[in-house]
T-cell receptor, first 114, second 113 residues
């Protein structure tokens, strides 16, 4: 069955510290992988996506993610977290590069402490 | 350019009623996808329309239906509302081809009482 698992429901990180959000997927075909961020009361904003090629992808707001096929993982990282990064983060997998018909993980809520 | 517009932003309906939600995609986008977001189940894909045809469908009962018009605007309808249908309904539009990004609207918050 196709699924996305985000093991961490809630993470708290100090401002300026590094961040890693975990994502594991199960998908029968070639996975198209995405990370989205959602602020309270807002829709989802795409942070980055992976289709093929270089397994380390760069996104907006200083985020990057690494695709590891052997581990079926696509973890999101940021070297230094800012208070404005507090939000909910969703990993998703889909059948195409356009990001339609996505299967989402349950999300990880990031809190940033000062 | 204008983003994805969903109307209304908030709705309160009574159990057993039906409801129609609207999504206006970004100009030039031909694909519209709908998602349901609840605290318990998270984000779940409902269906995708491309050029007025349903192209993909999630695992939801037949009470959930949708359509897309020739101008790419889409509506979703939920009949015989249940308390569990209370959710944030998000739509996303994209050009529909490869290599393009899906942009999300702010959603419609549906409360069923």
């Amino acid at each position: 069955a196709q699924s996305v698992t985000q093991p961490d429901i809630h993470i708290t990180v100090s401002e300026g510290a590094s961040l890693e959000l975990r994502c594991n997927y199960s998908y029968g075909a070639t996975p198209y992988l995405f990370w989205y961020v959602q602020s309270p009361g807002q829709g989802l904003q795409l942070l980055l996506k992976y289709f093929s090629g270089d397994t380390l992808v760069q996104g907006i707001k200083g985020f990057e993610a690494e695709f590891k096929r052997s581990q079926s993982s696509f973890n999101l990282r940021k070297p230094s977290v800012h208070w404005s990064d507090a939000a909910e983060y969703f990993c998703a997998v889909g059948p195409n590069q356009a990001g339609t018909a996505l299967i989402f993980g349950k999300g990880t809520t990031l809190s940033v402490s000062s | 350019k204008a983003g994805v517009t969903q109307t209304p932003r908030y709705l309160i309906k009574t159990r057993g009623q039906q409801v129609t939600l609207s999504c206006s995609p970004i100009s030039g986008h031909r694909s519209v996808s709908w998602y349901q977001q609840t605290p318990g189940q998270g984000l779940q894909f409902l269906f995708e329309y491309f050029s007025e045809t349903q192209r993909n469908k999630g695992n939801f009962p037949g009470r959930f239906s949708g359509r897309q018009f020739s101008n790419s605007r889409s509506e979703m309808n939920v009949s015989t509302l249940e308390l569990g249908d209370s959710a944030l309904y998000l739509c996303a539009s994209s050009q529909g081809g490869g290599g393009t990004e899906a942009f999300f609207g702010q959603g419609t918050r549906l409360t069923v009482v």
